[in-house]
């Protein structure tokens, strides 16, 4: 795709492209970085339940919460990718940079927590009876 701003790439939108280039990048997120697995993991988990007993505000809030908290996992693993290689050597700098961008991972992972948290314990009183 051409860049505006740049001048560079190919002329043309490709909309079937992007979208085999995000699920490359997915599927290279869930593979090689395990938080982002067992998140997703978890949820889908969470997910079951609340879909059978047809809770769909809660649906949607697990799916954003989930959302949220995997694009701020794969944004942090892409800022960390980049880190590394600019610097291979210890970084004071660098490390601020990683720092920061963990804590925005940190912020939305309780977020995710508090969420799925609560949606466990609205559907434990259903599985029961």
Avoid: Q
Avoid at 28 to 55: G, Q
Avoid at 90 to 111: C, H, L, P, Q, V
């Amino acid at each position: 795709m051409k860049n505006k701003f740049l001048e560079t790439g190919e002329h043309g939108y490709h909309p079937l492209h992007k979208f085999k280039i995000i699920l490359s990048g997915l599927r290279f997120a869930v593979l090689y970085d395990f938080s982002v697995m067992y998140k997703i993991v978890i949820s889908f988990l969470i997910l079951i339940p609340v879909i059978m007993f047809r809770e769909w505000i809660d649906i949607s809030l697990i799916i954003l919460a989930t959302g949220v908290m995997i694009a701020s996992e794969v944004f942090n693993t892409a800022i960390e990718a980049v880190c590394d290689f600019m610097e291979t050597n210890y970084n004071e700098k660098i490390g601020m940079i990683k720092d920061i961008s963990a804590a925005a991972t940190g912020i939305t992972i309780f977020i995710w927590m508090i969420v799925v948290g609560i949606e466990v314990i609205n559907v434990i009183p259903h599985l029961r009876g």
